[in-house]
């Protein structure tokens, strides 16, 4: 008798297929959790923790190295614009929507709270799924980590729209629900305080050959890089102004 799991693992494949042209066949992600930074720090520079929830962008799918994925670059920028080491955790799982996030969270419970950086979405927005649902629990999972004591940045939903390598109807259902599901990220991350994280823009679709890796969807080291560089100066405001104004 099949396993439960396997026929769910064969349904998510195929409907990955009626989604891409190309899915990958190996969805490994280089593991690069560990301390970034100066190998001596001064005794009084207490490590500062990075925390990377949500779904393949915020693993990084598409680096090869670990230094090549978006948390390691953050953490490394961090670094030298803090002074201070970073301690990166990646709870991030490649294919993970908001609801899959709350385990995220609750491993997050563990960690002593510095800066989360929270991107899902953009598996919420191609499943035939309420978004109202969605942002409810992003929501949820928004409060409970400023509740926690952790400086939340959010990047909200990324654009599917702007990635070739997806099937035109899988775009063009993508990009008018991103479009709202983003608008509900941002007015949470507002009302709970949190710091708003450029998301991607039009130039992954424009220079596709050079920033998205080979199945035009996922970034690659050079997309992570773009990213990274556009992402940083929010991070290093929540590190030296951790508490933006709350909208009320």
Do not use: K
């Amino acid at each position: 008798m099949r396993r439960p799991a396997t026929r769910l693992a064969r349904l998510a494949r195929l409907y990955t297929h009626l989604l891409a042209h190309r899915p990958p066949a190996d969805w490994s992600v280089p593991v690069a959790d560990g301390r970034y930074g100066p190998a001596e720090p001064a005794a009084e520079d207490r490590p500062l923790t990075l925390l990377m929830l949500g779904d393949s962008l915020a693993q990084s799918f598409g680096a090869h190295r670990p230094e090549q994925t978006l948390g390691a670059r953050l953490a490394q920028g961090l670094s030298e614009g803090t002074g201070r080491p970073v301690d990166l955790r990646v709870l991030a799982r490649v294919g993970a929507t908001t609801a899959a996030v709350g385990r995220q969270v609750l491993r997050a419970a563990r960690l002593r709270p510095g800066i989360a950086v929270l991107i899902v979405g953009g598996n919420d927005v191609l499943l035939p799924s309420p978004l109202g649902r969605s942002a409810r629990r992003f929501a949820h999972l928004a409060q409970n980590l400023r509740d926690a004591g952790w400086q939340l940045v959010v990047v909200p939903c990324p654009d599917p729209g702007h990635a070739p390598g997806f099937r035109v109807h899988a775009r063009w259902i993508g990009r008018y629900r991103s479009r709202r599901l983003a608008r509900f990220h941002t007015r949470t991350a507002e009302r709970v305080g949190a710091h708003l994280a450029a998301t991607s823009g039009p130039e992954f679709r424009d220079q596709a050959a050079h920033l998205l890796g080979p199945d035009g969807v996922h970034p690659s080291p050079h997309g992570y890089a773009t990213h990274a560089a556009r992402m940083l100066p929010t991070l290093l405001a929540a590190a030296h102004h951790p508490e933006p104004a709350a909208h009320v």
